[in-house]
Nanobody
């Protein structure tokens, strides 16, 4: 059974930083492409970044240079380091496998105040 557990969200002022974590189980993590998504109220869920099994990374244009995705295959965990946060980054953040997401976890809320 696949399980994805996100953590690390919180309330931060604009310009601040947060590091999100996602612990995965039930998948062959080291070979799976993993992505971070976010869902803001009134908007559709959107892709933010992803990382392949060999560490190649991809980013949404609006987060390039501010967010860094990484993974620790020994811990079955993917991370999202978010720096220079902006109010428009406010959303619930989720991790999932790519290219086709499976069951969603509970997410972790990120709120950026101006």
């Amino acid at each position: 059974q696949v399980q994805l557990v996100e953590s690390g969200g919180g309330l931060v002022q604009a310009g601040g930083s947060l590091r999100l974590s996602c612990a995965a189980s039930g998948i062959m993590f080291r070979i799976v492409r993993m992505g971070w998504y976010r869902h803001a109220p009134g908007q559709q869920r959107e892709w933010v970044a992803d990382i392949t099994g060999d560490g190649t990374t991809y980013y949404k244009d609006s987060v390039k240079g501010r967010f860094t995705i990484s993974r620790d295959n020994a811990k079955n965990t993917v991370y999202l380091q978010m720096n220079s946060l902006k109010p428009e980054d406010t959303a619930s953040y989720y991790c999932n496998v790519m290219p086709i997401p499976i069951s969603w976890g509970q997410g972790t809320q990120v709120t950026v105040s101006s």
